[in-house]
């Protein structure tokens, strides 16, 4: 790199500078960067947290609670203490909470934490697991520690809402939205080298037709255009005859087949959010 940039040697000593500073570790932990939930003076997380769901169980069972009922709420309660859990459902059934007083649909639940007894009763899922014969353990497994994961809907038009009532809560600088990325696919990849290439709009679209259509909404990758071991190898023989018969379409080709795969642009995810207890 200084012979290449020779002309320019502060832009190798820039590179190694910025590189020396940068420092950053990540080290997974179970439960240490949740959120904290703000409780009652003189309570903690998990005292909090049982009394929610104890008041829940008496709305949706106002004629008394059920054994059966009152011995599965008592087996999560103790999983989600010991796993270290109770306070990601206190956010959870807050923000819930929040958006359904302030006239904003919420699903009735979906995924595997419909099993949860104790999220039925903290009103984060609206169908009873027992009744529709659920299973908490697909959802949160003493055996298999792993973060549980609620797939909450709301209403899009208002999505935007809970998000800001979720960042006023806890502060800007502990929620962030989730990242996303547009990769380029194989026929973007065509169309791109043809045009860096200099070649008219016609080539890249010559050069796209001649791919295989795609199955099951994916395109061929360009990799295996030319892999005999390839399951929809036969499919390419128009591509092969095509990229073969110009060495503009074969240079074209193999420029993009390193292109395909590289990110091409990032994006707000529309309803991902991250959020910690530190910033």
Request: charged share 30%.
């Amino acid at each position: 790199m200084r012979e290449l940039f020779r002309d320019f040697p502060e832009a190798c000593d820039n590179t190694l500078a910025i590189a020396e500073r940068c420092q950053v570790e990540f080290h997974e932990s179970n439960g240490e960067y949740m959120p904290r939930f703000p409780v009652p003076e003189g309570e903690s997380e998990e005292s909090w947290f049982v009394k929610e769901v104890e008041r829940g169980l008496a709305y949706r069972y106002p004629s008394g609670i059920p054994d059966a009922v009152r011995k599965q709420a008592e087996y999560e309660i103790g999983v989600i203490l010991q796993m270290g859990f109770p306070g990601y459902f206190l956010v959870v059934a807050d923000f819930i909470k929040w958006a359904k007083e302030n006239g904003i649909r919420v699903g009735p639940g979906r995924g595997s934490g419909a099993g949860s007894m104790v999220a039925y009763a903290m009103r984060i899922t609206d169908l009873d697991p027992l009744q529709h014969g659920l299973i908490f353990e697909r959802f949160l497994n003493p055996e298999r520690v792993s973060m549980p994961d609620f797939d909450v809907d709301f209403d899009d038009r208002r999505r935007s809402e809970v998000i800001d009532y979720v960042i006023r809560k806890y502060g800007d600088e502990r929620v962030a939205m989730i990242v996303t990325y547009g990769t380029i696919k194989s026929k973007q990849a065509l169309k791109d080298a043809a045009r860096v290439m200099g070649e008219p709009f016609q080539t890249g679209e010559t050069l796209t037709k001649a791919m295989p259509p795609d199955a099951q909404g994916k395109p061929m990758p360009l990799g295996d255009i030319e892999n005999d071991k390839s399951s929809r190898y036969k499919e390419a023989q128009e591509m092969r005859e095509t990229i073969n018969r110009d060495p503009r379409y074969r240079e074209i080709f193999d420029l993009a087949t390193g292109l395909e795969g590289l990110k091409r642009q990032w994006g707000v995810h529309a309803a991902g959010v991250i959020m910690s207890s530190d910033p």
